[in-house]
Structure formats: structure tokens, C-alpha cells
């Protein structure tokens, strides 16, 4: 027998205790009923044992079950009868209920109640007494009363299995969120380590490189000064991000919220980057257009615009070749227009390495509030390339994405 038709446990029990309990009431001469075509006792025991049959396959073949046993207990009102044999159908014919296909199930409770009604009936018509009516009792609760029993059973089966697939989708959901919410806030740690440390980092690197290699004291003592000063503050910049995923938020240590850099302290950050960068020719200017009306932005707006600059003056302080580095402010139509242009080239003198994390860095924070970046050399026209970086921040939100 195929695996798909081996019967399980139960029904093998089942059908060994209805069997074993026919051959109990056959030997002990209990039968239903009497005076039926086939009065010998033992023929009691075909149907009791084709019933036991189609117990074996109850749930691996309900439909077939429940065929042989109509079968059986039609055959066993040719005999004397058996308790058993009635016992076992019931059995038979809830579990085509229950495990039957979805049609069969929606179908076998109409079809039995409209047998035990038709049944009833006719008992009447042909015997003329109220008694028939126990006849149709019978028949329903033998056929009718297990099929809606095994209907409801399968329908709370149902509801169970949706529930535990939606807990299950649920739960699933919930982990690919916090996955997505772990894989964003790392994103944005990496962003606020990078450009709240890497300027100060190479600044450090630069003017160490050139106080190492330039045998100067004078020259030692500026860029030892430069050192130390982004020193401090990159140490200050690192307790202050410390201090932030201590309080798992955007609070500082007294609970207060954390100041975050604004397009006002522009100037300080410019002539910060004048300093660093005087020792290789750099000379940073900031030309703010924006009208003098317009008022303080939106604070996601104004950060990423203070780190995008900030980021800007870094890779120009590792990169750009002697020369201007401008840096430009315009807002037109509700759009922030940021803009770093520096002369590309080599430069003399010590540079810094860079790992490209802050070009991904500022595309993803301009991504985040809908704008548009674009970085890249381009010739200006008098025959100088220049590297410019240019990002357009919407200080609105759209309303599309309302």
C-alpha cells in the first residue's frame, strides 16, 4: 500500500475496536433488529467487517470510505444488525466531513439532512404511524448530526490555521521592519560618524604629514596648533555621537535635546575649513544668496545641507588642487540649492585617503528628503576643471508624499 494510503493510528484503533466490538455483540447475540432476509447470525459480521474497512481509510480516502460504508450499512438492513456497523458509520461519515474536500464538506450536510427528511416522509406515508418518525430520527442522527458535527469541527480547523498564518505573517512583518529599522539606523550612525569625525580626522592627517615632512619649526608649530584644535573637536564631535546611542536618541546628557548644526554656523565651518586647508593653498568662500526674509528651514532640511557643505570641504581638503573652494546657498520655489565647487587636480604636499563613504553618504541623505544630487569634475569654461557637488532640497514636503 502507498504511503498516501496507509492508514494512521487512529484508524487502525478505530477500526480494530469496531471490529473487535461487532465479533463482542455477534457472540453475545445482541442485534438490532430481526426478521430481516438474512437471519443468520454470522452474516452479521460482512458488513460489520466492510465498515471496519473503510474506517482504515477515514481520512487518507474519506470519499471511498464513505461509499463503502453507504454500502455497508445498506447491506446491514439486510441482516440481523449491528450496533457496530452503525456506530463505525457515523464515525465514517464525519470524517469525510472533516477531511473530505471542500466541496464534499459544503455538500454531504444538505445531502443527509434532505435524505433524513425524504426518509421521514416516506416511513409516514408507508406506515401511517407516529412511530416513523423515530425512524427519520435515526437516520438523522446517524448521517446528518455527524456531517454537521464534522463541518463545524473543520470550519474551527480553518480559523485556527488562518489565525496561526496571519500570526505567522505578522510575525514575519514585524522582523523584516525591525531588520529594515536596524539596517536604516545603522546607515544613519555610519552618516553622523563619518561627517561629524572624518574632517577633523583629515585635517589631522594632513597637517601631521606635513609637519613630519616639512623640516620647519615654524611650519610644525601651525599645523601642530591645527592638530590639536581638530583634536579636541573631533574628540568633542565623538563624545557628543557617544553620548547620543547611550540615550538611544536625539538627547544629550541633561535630557535636553541635542543641538543640531544649522546653515548659521556656516561661517565658523568655512573658516574652520580655511585653516585646515591654507597650508595647501585652499581658500574657502561662502556666497549665501538666499533672501535675508526667509527664515529658518526645516531642521532635517538645514542638517543635511550643514553636513553636505561640511562633507564637501573634507574631501576638497583631501583632494582639490590650489585654489578656491566656493560654496554657494540659493532658495528658489521652495527648494534649498546647495552647491561645493573646487578646482580638481593634484596638489602638492601630503593628502588624505578617502573610502568614497562620503559621496554615498550625501546622496542618502538628499534620497531621504526627496531631492536631487549630482557630484562630478566638469571644465569651467577658462580651461580649469572644477569638482562640483550639487544637491536640491525640497523645504516643503510634496504633496504627494503627504
Same mark, same amino acid.
Not at 146 to 169: E, F, I, Y
Not at 317 to 332: D, E, S
Given at each position: 500500500?502507498?504511503?498516501?494510503?496507509?492508514?494512521?493510528?487512529?484508524?487502525?484503533?478505530?477500526?480494530?475496536? $469496531?471490529?473487535?466490538?461487532?465479533?463482542?455483540?455477534?457472540?453475545?447475540?445482541?442485534?438490532? #433488529?430481526?426478521?430481516?432476509?438474512?437471519?443468520?447470525?454470522?452474516?452479521?459480521?460482512?458488513?460489520?467487517?466492510?465498515?471496519?474497512?473503510?474506517?482504515?481509510?477515514?481520512?487518507?480516502?474519506?470519499?471511498?470510505?464513505?461509499?463503502?460504508?453507504?454500502?455497508?450499512?445498506?447491506?446491514?438492513?439486510?441482516?440481523?444488525? /449491528?450496533?457496530?456497523?452503525?456506530?463505525?458509520? *457515523?464515525?465514517?461519515?464525519?470524517?469525510?466531513?472533516?477531511?473530505?474536500?471542500?466541496?464534499?464538506?459544503?455538500?454531504?450536510?444538505?445531502?443527509?439532512?434532505?435524505?433524513?427528511?425524504?426518509? *421521514?416522509? $416516506?416511513?409516514?406515508?408507508?406506515? +401511517?404511524?407516529?412511530?416513523?418518525?423515530?425512524?427519520?430520527?435515526?437516520?438523522?442522527?446517524?448521517?446528518?448530526?455527524?456531517?454537521?458535527?464534522?463541518?463545524?469541527?473543520?470550519?474551527?480547523?480553518?480559523?485556527?490555521?488562518?489565525?496561526?498564518?496571519?500570526?505567522?505573517?505578522?510575525?514575519?512583518?514585524?522582523?523584516? =521592519?525591525?531588520?529594515?529599522?536596524?539596517?536604516?539606523? +545603522?546607515?544613519?550612525?555610519?552618516?553622523?560618524?563619518?561627517?561629524?569625525?572624518?574632517?577633523?580626522?583629515?585635517?589631522?592627517?594632513?597637517? /601631521? *604629514?606635513?609637519?613630519?615632512?616639512?623640516?620647519?619649526? &615654524?611650519?610644525?608649530?601651525?599645523?601642530?596648533?591645527?592638530?590639536? !584644535?581638530?583634536?579636541?573637536?573631533?574628540?568633542? !564631535?565623538?563624545?557628543?555621537?557617544?553620548?547620543?546611542?547611550?540615550?538611544?536618541?536625539? =538627547?544629550?546628557?541633561?535630557?535636553?535635546?541635542? %543641538?543640531?548644526?544649522? @546653515? %548659521?554656523?556656516?561661517?565658523?565651518?568655512?573658516? #574652520?575649513?580655511?585653516?585646515?586647508?591654507?597650508? $595647501?593653498?585652499?581658500?574657502?568662500?561662502?556666497? =549665501?544668496?538666499?533672501?535675508?526674509?526667509?527664515?529658518? @528651514?526645516?531642521?532635517?532640511?538645514?542638517?543635511?545641507?550643514?553636513?553636505?557643505? #561640511?562633507?564637501?570641504?573634507?574631501?576638497? @581638503?583631501?583632494?582639490?588642487?590650489?585654489?578656491?573652494?566656493?560654496?554657494?546657498?540659493?532658495?528658489?520655489?521652495?527648494?534649498?540649492?546647495?552647491?561645493?565647487?573646487?578646482? /580638481?587636480?593634484?596638489?602638492?604636499?601630503?593628502?588624505?585617503?578617502?573610502?568614497? %563613504? $562620503?559621496?554615498?553618504?550625501?546622496?542618502?541623505?538628499?534620497?531621504?528628503?526627496?531631492?536631487?544630487? %549630482?557630484?562630478?569634475?566638469?571644465? =569651467?569654461?577658462?580651461?580649469?576643471?572644477?569638482?562640483?557637488?550639487?544637491?536640491?532640497?525640497?523645504?516643503?514636503?510634496? &504633496?504627494?508624499?503627504?
Amino acid at each position: 500500500m502507498s504511503s498516501s494510503l496507509r492508514p494512521d493510528r487512529d484508524a487502525v484503533a478505530l477500526a480494530v475496536s $469496531g471490529l473487535l466490538g461487532g465479533l463482542l455483540l455477534w457472540r453475545l447475540g445482541l442485534h438490532t #433488529q430481526g426478521g430481516r432476509p438474512f437471519s443468520a447470525p454470522w452474516i452479521t459480521l460482512v458488513p460489520v467487517t466492510a465498515m471496519a474497512g473503510a474506517e482504515l481509510l477515514r481520512r487518507n480516502a474519506p470519499r471511498t470510505a464513505l461509499t463503502i460504508g453507504v454500502v455497508a450499512l445498506v447491506a446491514d438492513q439486510f441482516t440481523r444488525g /449491528s450496533l457496530a456497523t452503525v456506530l463505525m458509520f *457515523t464515525d465514517v461519515m464525519y470524517a469525510a466531513a472533516l477531511y473530505g474536500t471542500p466541496a464534499a464538506a459544503r455538500r454531504l450536510p444538505v445531502a443527509t439532512l434532505l435524505v433524513t427528511v425524504a426518509s *421521514t416522509i $416516506g416511513f409516514l406515508a408507508w406506515f +401511517r404511524r407516529p412511530e416513523a418518525l423515530l425512524i427519520g430520527l435515526v437516520i438523522g442522527l446517524v448521517s446528518f448530526i455527524p456531517a454537521l458535527t464534522g463541518v463545524s469541527v473543520r470550519s474551527h480547523r480553518t480559523a485556527a490555521d488562518t489565525a496561526r498564518l496571519a500570526a505567522a505573517q505578522t510575525a514575519r512583518l514585524a522582523e523584516m =521592519d525591525r531588520i529594515q529599522a536596524v539596517v536604516a539606523e +545603522r546607515a544613519r550612525m555610519a552618516r553622523e560618524l563619518h561627517d561629524r569625525v572624518a574632517n577633523h580626522l583629515s585635517a589631522v592627517a594632513i597637517h /601631521s *604629514t606635513a609637519a613630519l615632512s616639512i623640516d620647519d619649526p &615654524e611650519t610644525s608649530r601651525n599645523a601642530l596648533k591645527v592638530i590639536r !584644535e581638530n583634536s579636541v573637536e573631533g574628540l568633542a !564631535e565623538m563624545r557628543r555621537l557617544i553620548g547620543l546611542l547611550r540615550e538611544g536618541g536625539e =538627547d544629550g546628557e541633561d535630557g535636553a535635546p541635542a %543641538a543640531a548644526p544649522t @546653515l %548659521a554656523s556656516l561661517d565658523a565651518l568655512v573658516e #574652520q575649513a580655511n585653516v585646515n586647508g591654507a597650508a $595647501g593653498g585652499l581658500v574657502c568662500v561662502l556666497e =549665501d544668496t538666499r533672501p535675508t526674509e526667509a527664515g529658518a @528651514l526645516p531642521t532635517p532640511v538645514e542638517l543635511a545641507a550643514y553636513r553636505i557643505v #561640511q562633507e564637501s570641504l573634507t574631501n576638497a @581638503l583631501k583632494h582639490a588642487a590650489p585654489g578656491p573652494v566656493t560654496v554657494r546657498l540659493a532658495l528658489a520655489d521652495e527648494v534649498l540649492t546647495v552647491e561645493v565647487t573646487s578646482v /580638481s587636480g593634484s596638489r602638492p604636499g601630503p593628502t588624505a585617503p578617502g573610502s568614497g %563613504a $562620503g559621496l554615498v553618504g550625501m546622496r542618502e541623505r538628499v534620497a531621504l528628503l526627496g531631492g536631487t544630487f %549630482a557630484a562630478g569634475a566638469e571644465p =569651467d569654461g577658462e580651461g580649469t576643471k572644477l569638482w562640483r557637488v550639487r544637491a536640491e532640497l525640497p523645504v516643503r514636503e510634496r &504633496e504627494s508624499r503627504e
